[in-house]
């Protein structure tokens, strides 16, 4: 099973800011990562697939990068509805596993 | 758009079977994968297993020996069962599909299952 390990655990921002999020797997997973948010008592919105692409819907502040076994997520300024956990999420090879999340606070 | 909406108990006894429906509205079941992800209270997201239309199964070998995932193409449903729950299984259960991105991008709102006696 490729373990996906996510840091920080919990960043602590303000709107406006530039945050980078990181997520390493334990084997390459090629180009098959996604990124997900999740706000308290909701379901995971999909963001980013293929480590880079937007998914529908997704505004041009997010965007990932990427390839093998380090990944990251950036919002290039964040806006107040962005702050949640943001979770990254292999389709390599069974079982498709997620990382265990980062939590984006406001400051 | 699809949308999925998830069914069941929401209070199961240990030992015994949980038991959750997924109904698949916007589109037709017989088409994709069909995925049961779940939510420990406060914690990260575990991947249950797919089915896709044509009942092809793939479980998370950690559930393998308890789960059965299932579709009825009739009623454009998918279902779960686990068996043998303990607390550990207390948690939001998702059901979810792809779009084109091969990737979840539709969800159902969650339900959560309590395991408690």
């Known amino acids: 099973e490729i373990v996906l390990t996510q840091s920080p655990a919990t960043l602590s921002l303000s709107p406006g800011e530039r945050v980078t999020l990181s997520c390493r797997a334990s084997q390459t997973v090629s180009n098959y990562l996604a990124w997900f948010q999740q706000k308290p008592g909701q379901a995971p919105r999909l963001l980013i697939y293929n480590a880079y692409t937007r998914a529908t819907g997704i505004p041009a502040r997010f965007s990932g990068s990427g390839s093998g076994t380090d990944f990251t997520l950036t919002v290039s300024s964040l806006e107040t509805e962005d702050f949640a956990v943001y979770y990254c999420q292999h389709r390599s090879n069974w079982p498709f596993t997620f990382g265990g999340g980062t939590k984006v606070e406001i400051k | 758009q699809v949308q999925l909406h998830e069914s069941g108990p929401g209070l199961v006894k240990p030992s015994e079977t949980l038991s959750l429906t997924c109904t698949v509205s916007g589109g037709s079941i017989s088409s994709s994968y069909w995925s049961w992800i779940r939510q420990p209270p406060g914690k990260g997201l575990e991947w249950i297993g797919y089915i896709s239309y044509s009942g092809n199964t793939n479980y998370n070998p950690s559930l393998k020996s308890r789960l059965t995932i299932s579709v009825d193409t009739s009623y454009n449903q998918f279902s779960l069962r686990l068996s043998s729950v303990t607390a550990a299984d207390t948690a939001v259960y998702y059901c979810?599909?792809?779009?084109?991105?091969?990737?979840?991008?539709?969800w159902g709102q969650g339900t959560l299952v309590t395991v408690s006696s």
């Open positions: 979810a599909t792809y779009d084109h991105s091969n990737y979840l991008a539709f």
